[in-house]
């Protein structure tokens, strides 16, 4: 009930500033906090609306006096100086004061804290790992285990194409959990720091390479929430976006399922033999997805960064070390072992597409098999 | 009108702050460039620009102290610039220590599983144990023997701990005029000082080739290294100083009142001799 | 009464002149000079980079610059502001004051303040250099955070790294210079507690120099030897950590921002008084609340890393030490309300920017003391909720404390009254943008948009463009700012020695201009 209250000043507040703005509708000048979906989110938001109107409520004491003393205590209404100055006892009142207000901000910031950090009696586990610049879920319990990419068309994001109303904030596979569990998801990075962050949840945690941070949630409503990376995280650290989509359990139940069909059906295309063109095709795309991030739309990377694969040595050279790279990446580089992330097909696409696009024509082919083989 | 600081000595335009300055410039260009496949040429022109400075400037303030443009206020300005300087020192020296304590407190017991880090143990780094030293659950840089303290270290910490003596008694000799006592403690020092700058280059060879013990030993030979390498530049420059004064006093140099130089080199001596107190307990012995 | 007589019998230097004056000079008001032209440039360039950024922003999708390149001018923006503008602006300030407040002729260590001056144009023209090199200059944030900014960053990171190290060197020599001047070099009868509070802020701000630049240059060594000798301070795999880089480098940032806030304080409570015509309310008072201030400094650093996986324990050590930092802070804001209640006030134009300083900077307190709250920064940390707050208390805050010690001292250093009516033009100018600019960037914040991205989602299009339109107007009041300099230096009103109605204190009692060689007899103050 408060809290409704506490949010309806609020808006008030700032409609007067939007006023100003004119014409345009709340949902175009967003000014809050999300109040979010879970009891965390929601206990963070309350503490944040009373924090703030404490600092709001200290802000108007202080500006007033000193509004009312420059209007009043000026020379040319003939003011004059008053002598006094240092007085211990109204020091010691204006340093006891705010120490109070302090604490009182404290005692709700604690519990709320404590209740954040809370992860035990989780009902699941969900690894997340950051990547340059996509996220992968590992579903310690079910076995299921995929990558998370911004699938925003570049169109868009150069001004080619109108814009969406979910730009930059759609991906291919969203994270999915069930409602009404507690989930524990244990945050890591594989490269640089990244930070997961669903505002809707209450909290973001860093993804720290080489440590696990864990932290929790449970959803009541189904829905799908997003977010962001937060924490710089290098050239398109402004490009991957989070999408979590919550169902309910039997929703959650048949989702788990059909991606264990998926994992036997990439199994199977393992074994297939594609031509020329199918592979040319399936690695452009894979390509622009997974790879132009860093080595560019045309190849040509960035001098100093990234490399070119056009012309490069080791894409018109041995086939074997291009596949090796590809599978197992550069260590201590942010070229990544890209055998996990890809199918078989898609891996053995990108290959043959780097091997004979932006001028390397090798004729090569490289199919699903020999990636399998590589392995 | 008082006139106590009336005769502060200010000095004259001088040229030697902006050598300094290229000189400074031209080192750490040229070494980040060399860190990149250049030569090592403009590195070693800074170099060799900022030793020119040295001798310069110091040439100037010794020329000036020794003509009496300095007066006891003058003096006071030098000591609490030295003082404060080797506060800084101090500072830098911490930051490795907190560091170290970093990494044996908190960030190996982490990944060992201590305090919210159980899934980081489990998942990421299954089988490591928190102990020290470490090259981490990496293994990196493969088997190697950590130091002991017992024996070129503390021969060590008797050659400081003596120079510290030595130097005091050098001292005492300028205070009571007695230039031989002076001398001969200035060398002393210098020669401890040699002599452990020695030991600690046959230590670094000795790790390198019988230890397998490298800055790349993960995080015990990142921190010893660090450790151990900025503390003996420090001697490095240390006994350079006290070379230094060593030839000023057999030129005749310091009065028994005024020997500022003598004593800020001292200070920094001594300080260089503290800072391998903490090596010695913490990077060599509390193993 | 005047005590500044130019005679120059015992020195053989006046003020000689041509280029080399200024690059040999040892005489504290050129250094102070060197020092506040040097900020203003610097102030130019890492605007001229917040105008990228800003016209980048202005709508969403990749317009202006590419992401990297982005990310390169929001890194050296954020250090160009915090080493070349702010923190060099005042230097200048205290090299220009300091010995005019305590009646002496100079820093106590006069060639060593030349040398803490000059290495200043190297390091910057290093930093700059870097974004001339192959792969970019630094893109990993004014924080560099490892590995972002080792394993993973490019070859001119070890450039930037050696001009982190000078600007170290720079400002260390600096602050004992101003530690050495403070206690060797007051005139007689100057106590401590009779210091004016600029010189007060300045002396402790010079402890928390030295303290903590040591442990900035040990991080960027350390960042030196990860990337090329093998060290693994900052891989796990080695037994180190990257959040170990964090700890090391926030002991050095947090005592950073309050080295850029300290003698902003001061400045504040030089020009409050003069202008309220009334003693400063509480001057101990002030001197301890400085001093608390810059004591709890270096205990509250974590509160950057909230998100970082810190033990419950740290957090909640670090959530409350960090909200004590208010009540210091409360006494500083308190005093100078209290300074001001039944003063005879005037409105000239550096009362008008300290006013503006203290409504605005306490706005930026204030969402410091939110973010403080740890569970709530889970939700506000990295967005712009955060560069709101740093702006209100960085631009509204440091930045104009120098701007108001500009027109509070300008008739000193030039000997000319600052036009009125242009430095209110520049006021009013500045202050609405500044709002418009920055105010916003809560909304966007709390609404979810993260901090250093180029690009955003439509929602927060609105603001943005408001906001960006407030900073190119912010940025043009500050090019009108430069005529106002010029024409200062040029001409104007002769100034009297007192300059101010209000104004107290020693260096009030020289002329203006501040003949080149001021109290080589000290004064006597009682
Ligand atoms: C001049 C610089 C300056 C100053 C003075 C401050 C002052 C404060 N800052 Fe700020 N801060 C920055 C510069 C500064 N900060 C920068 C640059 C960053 C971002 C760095 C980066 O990541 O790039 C940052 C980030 C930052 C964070 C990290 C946020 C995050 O990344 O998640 C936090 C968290 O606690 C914080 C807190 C505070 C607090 C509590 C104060 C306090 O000192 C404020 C105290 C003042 C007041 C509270 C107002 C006046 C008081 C009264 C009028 C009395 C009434 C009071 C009560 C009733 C309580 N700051
Ligand atoms: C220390 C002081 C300081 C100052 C004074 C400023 C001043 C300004 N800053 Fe800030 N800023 C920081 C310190 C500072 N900043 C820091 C530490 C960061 C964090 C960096 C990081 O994330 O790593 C940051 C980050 C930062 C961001 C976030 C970037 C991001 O997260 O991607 C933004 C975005 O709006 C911004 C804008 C501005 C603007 C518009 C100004 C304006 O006030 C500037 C006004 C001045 C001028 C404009 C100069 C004068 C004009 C010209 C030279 C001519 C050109 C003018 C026109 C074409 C109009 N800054
Ligand atoms: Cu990942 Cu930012
Ligand atoms: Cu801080």
């Known amino acids: 009930m408060f809290a409704k209250t506490l949010k309806g000043a609020w808006y008030s507040l700032w409609g007067a500033v939007l006023l100003l703005g004119a014409g345009n509708s709340y949902a175009d000048y967003p000014i809050n906090l999300t109040r979010g979906v879970t009891d965390i989110s929601n206990k963070v938001f309350d503490l944040h609306m009373l924090i703030f109107w404490i600092c709001v409520g200290a802000c108007v004491l202080v500006f007033a006096v000193l509004i009312y003393s420059i209007f009043t205590h000026r020379k040319s209404k003939g003011a004059v100086a008053a002598e006094f100055h240092e007085s211990t006892t109204v020091e010691i009142i204006w340093t006891t004061i705010p120490f109070l207000v302090l604490v009182a901000m404290a005692v709700p910031a604690t519990t709320t804290l404590l209740a954040l950090e809370d992860t035990r009696d989780s009902d699941m586990s969900i690894q997340v790992t950051g990547y340059q610049w996509k996220w992968k879920y590992d579903y310690l319990d079910d076995d299921i285990s995929f990558f998370s990419v911004l699938t925003t068309p570049r169109e868009q994001i150069e001004g080619d194409a109108p814009k969406d109303d979910t730009y930059l904030m759609d991906v291919d596979n969203p994270i999915v959990v069930p409602i009404n569990k507690k989930i524990r998801f244990l945050i890591t990075s594989n490269d640089v720091i990244h930070s997961w962050w669903v505002p809707a949840l209450g909290w973001k945690q860093d993804a720290v390479p080489g440590f696990i941070n864990d932290a929790w949630t449970e959803l009541t409503e189904p829905g799908t929430y997003r977010g962001k990376c937060a924490e710089l995280c290098g050239k398109d650290h402004g490009f991957m976006p989070i999408v979590l989509v919550a169902k309910t359990q039997e929703d959650y139940d048949a989702w788990v399922e059909e991606q264990k069909g998926a994992a036997a059906a990439a199994a199977d295309a393992a074994t297939a033999t594609l031509t020329m063109d199918e592979l040319m095709a399936k690695g452009e795309t894979a390509y622009n997805s997974h790879c132009a991030a860093c080595h560019q739309a045309n190849g040509a990377g960035i001098p100093g960064v990234f490399p070119a694969i056009a012309g490069s040595a080791v894409a018109i050279g041995d086939v074997a070390k291009h596949i090796d790279i590809g599978i197992n990446g550069v260590p201590g580089t942010a070229m990544q072992a890209f055998g996990e992330q890809l199918s078989a097909v898609d891996l053995a696409a990108v290959i043959t597409y780097q091997r004979n696009a932006f001028g390397n024509d090798t004729g090569d082919m490289v199919q699903p098999a020999d990636i399998v083989a590589a392995k | ?287 | 009464m005047s005590t500044a007589t130019t005679h120059d019998d015992h020195h053989d230097h006046g003020a000689p002149s041509g280029l080399m004056r200024w690059v040999t000079t040892t005489n504290h008001k050129d250094i102070g000079t060197l020092y506040l032209w040097f900020a203003f440039i610097m102030l130019l360039i890492g605007g001229a980079m917040a105008m990228v950024i800003r016209a980048e922003l202005f709508q969403p999708g990749l317009q202006v610059v590419d992401p990297n390149f982005f990310n390169t001018m929001t890194t050296m923006h954020g250090l160009i502001m915090v080493f070349g503008a702010i923190m060099p602006g005042m230097v200048g300030l205290a090299n220009w004051q300091i010995p005019l407040m305590i009646g002496a002729p100079d820093m106590a260590l006069p060639r060593m303040n030349n040398w803490s001056f000059w290495i200043l144009p190297f390091a910057g023209t290093m930093l700059l250099s870097t974004l001339f090199m192959e792969g970019g200059g630094p893109a990993f944030g004014w924080t560099f955070y490892a590995p972002l900014s080792t394993t993973f960053a490019p070859a001119s990171t070890d450039f930037f790294i050696f001009a982190i190290h000078m600007l170290g060197f720079s400002s260390i020599m600096g602050a004992i210079n101003i530690i050495a001047t403070v206690l060797n070099m007051r005139a007689p009868g100057m106590t401590l507690m009779k210091m004016p509070l600029f010189v007060w802020t300045w002396f402790i701000t010079a402890f928390l120099l030295i303290a903590v630049m040591p442990v900035l240059a040990g991080a960027v060594t350390m960042m030196l030897t990860d990337r090329n000798f093998g060290t693994s301070f900052f891989d796990a795999a080695g037994g180190g950590d990257p959040v170990l880089f964090q700890h090391v480098f926030w002991f050095f940032g947090h005592p950073e921002v309050y080295i850029m806030i300290l003698p902003a304080f001061g400045v504040v409570s030089e020009i409050i008084p003069t202008f309220a015509r009334k003693k400063l309310f509480g001057y101990s008072s002030m001197v301890y609340a400085t001093a608390s201030i810059a004591f709890l400094s270096f205990i509250v650093y974590a509160h950057h890393m909230f998100t970082t996986g810190m033990p419950v324990a740290g957090e909640l050590y670090f959530m409350y030490a960090t909200i004590m930092i208010a009540v210091p802070t409360a006494v500083k804001v308190f005093n100078w309300t209290a300074t001001m209640w039944k003063g005879s006030m005037t409105f000239e134009t550096p009362m008008l920017w300290a006013i503006a300083f203290v409504f605005l900077f306490t706005i930026g307190g204030f969402t410091g003391l939110m973010m403080g709250i740890a569970p709530a920064d889970m939700q506000y940390h990295d967005t712009y909720f955060i560069v709101a707050h740093f702006h209100y208390v960085l631009v509204t805050g440091a930045l104009f404390s120098i701007i108001a010690a500009f027109y509070y001292w300008a008739p000193k250093w030039t000997g000319h009254m600052v036009d009125e009516r242009l430095g209110k033009i520049h006021f009013w100018w500045s202050v609405i943008s500044v709002n418009v600019l920055f105010f916003p960037q809560h909304f966007i914040g709390l609404a979810g948009m993260p901090r250093r991205i180029p690009d955003y989602s439509l929602q927060f299009a609105d603001w943005n463009m408001i906001s960006s339109l407030g900073g190119f107007a912010f940025g043009l009041a500050q090019v009108f700012f430069i005529y106002v300099i010029i024409k200062t230096i040029r001409g104007g009103k002769a100034a009297t020695a007192e300059v101010w109605e209000g104004s107290h204190g020693l260096e009030w009692t020289i002329p203006s201009p501040a003949p080149y060689h001021t109290f080589e007899t000290a004064p006597e103050v009682k």
């Open chain 2, 1 to 287: 009108m008082s006139s106590s600081n009336g005769g502060y000595y200010l000095p004259a335009p001088s040229h030697w702050p902006i050598v300094g300055s290229v000189g400074m410039f031209l080192m750490l260009f040229g070494f980040a460039s060399f860190l990149h496949g250049s030569s090592a040429l403009v590195m070693s022109a800074g170099a060799v620009i900022i030793v020119v400075m040295l001798f310069g400037w110091f040439g100037t303030v010794i020329n000036e102290s020794l003509s009496g443009k300095y007066n006891s206020q003058v003096d006071t300005s030098f000591r609490m610039g030295m003082a404060w300087f080797i506060f800084s020192e101090v500072m830098f020296f911490a930051a490795f220590f907190g560091v170290l304590f970093y990494a044996r407190m908190w960030s190996i017991p982490w990944l060992a599983g201590g305090s919210n880090n159980v899934m980081t143990n489990e998942l990421l780094w299954p089988g490591f144990e928190a102990v020290w030293p470490t090259n981490g659950p990496g293994d990196l840089g493969g088997d190697y023997q950590y130091m002991g303290p017992w024996g070129i270290p503390a021969i060590n910490t008797l050659l400081l701990l003596s120079s510290g003596v030595t130097i005091t008694w050098a001292h005492w000799g300028l205070k009571k005029e007695d230039r031989t006592q002076l001398i001969l403690g200035l060398m002393a020092t210098v020669a401890l000082g040699v002599v452990f700058l020695g030991f600690q280059a046959y230590e670094y060879y000795h790790a390198y080739t019988d230890l397998n013990l490298k800055l790349t030993t993960g995080m015990y030979g990142s921190t010893f290294f660090m450790l151990t390498g900025f503390h003996g530049m420090h001697v490095t420059l240390g006994v350079t100083m006290l070379f230094v004064i060593l030839i000023r006093s057999m030129k005749g140099h310091f009065t028994e009142e005024n020997h500022f130089a003598f004593e800020a080199v001292a200070w920094y001596w001594h300080f260089v001799d503290v800072v391998w107190l903490g090596l010695f307990v913490f990077v060599y012995w509390l193993v």
